[in-house]
Structures are given as C-alpha cells and as structure tokens.
C-alpha cells in the first residue's frame, strides 16, 4: 500500500515537474473550413470560363481534353469573406473564378469522362509578397488519366 501512495506521488511529482497538467495545457486552435462544390455538365456555359482560369493559372498544364463533366472544389476557412462569396447562389462557387483568396485556401477543379478518365489540378492560394499582402493561385498537384475503353478524340497520345 505505501509503494502505491509513493509510486502515485512520485508520478504526479514528475508529471508536474515536466509542465504536464491543466494548468499548463495549451488551447488547440481550431478552424472550421467551409467546402463548396458545383458540378457543370460538358455543355455548360460556364466550362468555357473554368478552362480560361485554368489555363490562366497554370499555362503548362493546360486542360488536354474537351467534353467532361466539370467539379469546382473550393475549400477555406468559413468565416472569411472570400468563402463568403464562394457560398453564396445556388451549388457553390461562381464564375467568374476566384481572383484573390486567403492563404492556404483550396481551389479544386476536376474533369471526369464516362471512360473513368480525367484530369485535376488543385491550387492553393499563397503569398507572394509576406509584406505587401499579395499572393497568387499557386498550382499544387495535376494530376491525369487516360481511362480506359473508348477513349475522346481528343485525347493527345501517351
């Protein structure tokens, strides 16, 4: 029984010694992100602007094929303003697309053909300037897939 009071004292003492506690506990941050989503057939007005920001954004990795479904993905903390505007209308982002956004916000986009082919590029918005304040949609992954089956026709060779 006393090897068990000292043993319990000792690990308190210890903890306490090492900063471990209530007292000393630090709060977690915590941030609630918002996520909107829309999804556009092939023949939506819309798709001819989405593949303009895209190419706009990352002139390298330019869409490669015409006629999928589109998915725009936009992903930050809910109260800021931009989300603000992401969320509002009916089914998420608007077009025309995000000029500005808050530093580690998200912007996805993603085409998919009946084939199970498709192509994604995720953006995530970074400060190129800390002092100033401005920053740009940075291209963070591409990602592509042939399919498989019947392919497009306009889907360039491997």
Request: avoid cysteine; glycine fraction near 12%.
């Amino acid at each position: 029984m006393k090897l068990g009071v000292l043993s319990l004292a000792l690990t308190t003492a210890l903890l306490a010694s090492a900063g471990v506690g209530p007292a000393n506990a630090k709060e977690a941050k915590v941030t609630t992100l918002l996520t909107t989503q829309k999804v556009y057939s092939a023949s939506a007005p819309e798709v001819g602007a989405i593949r303009d920001w895209i190419t706009k954004h990352s002139p390298e990795y330019q869409p490669l094929l015409k006629g999928g479904v589109v998915t725009v993905k936009r992903t930050g903390p809910a109260g800021s303003s931009s989300m603000a505007t992401a969320s509002q209308g009916p089914g998420g982002p608007p077009v025309p697309l995000p000029a500005t956004g808050l530093p580690g916000e998200t912007f996805e986009v993603t085409q998919t053909y009946p084939n199970g082919g498709y192509e994604t590029w995720i953006y995530v918005w970074g400060l190129q300037d800390i002092p100033s304040g401005l920053g740009d949609w940075q291209l963070q992954s591409y990602k592509f897939d042939r399919g498989k089956g019947e392919v497009p026709n306009n889907l360039p060779e491997p």
